[in-house]
């Protein structure tokens, strides 16, 4: 079966910002994750196991508790704005682990990565 039909431009400009931001999402689960142990133990507290599990995994913890309310927050206000407040949460978050200087505010960073990553 065959589409002949081309996308028009609203919808080529929509399928292009979707795939950006999912694409955002993905890259911010496991583009570190090679990585992350190593920049992780030059921390203060980077050391500790425990805390750079936790650091990766507040990302995705913060995803699944916030999934639902998030998608009610969308249902009621729109999907378009709950997908910008998701990227600047995504931003700052960024932002905070990266101008860390110890692994609690990785946490932090990453958990506020998770909260935009909705």
């Known amino acids: ?13 929509a399928t292009v910002s979707l795939a950006s931001i999912y694409g955002l ?9 090679p990585i992350f142990a190593i920049y992780a133990e030059k921390l203060d507290g980077g050391s500790n ?4 599990g936790l650091a990766l995994g507040a990302y995705g913890l913060m995803q699944v508790l916030l999934q639902l309310p998030f998608g009610m ?13 998701g990227l ?3 931003a700052i978050g960024g ?14 960073g990453r ?3 998770g909260a935009g990553a909705i």
Request: a positive charge; zero cysteines; hydrophobic letters at 55%.
């Open 1 to 13: 079966m065959q589409f002949s039909e081309k996308m028009t431009r609203t919808e080529l400009r």
């Open 25 to 33: 999402r993905m890259l911010g689960m496991f583009l570190i994750l």
């Open 49 to 52: 196991h425990t805390l750079i």
């Open 73 to 85: 927050a969308s249902d009621k206000y729109g999907r378009k704005k709950l997908i910008y407040v």
């Open 88 to 90: 600047v949460l995504f």
């Open 95 to 108: 932002l905070v682990a990266a101008f860390s200087h110890d692994i609690y505010m990785v946490i932090v």
């Open 111 to 113: 958990a506020i990565q």
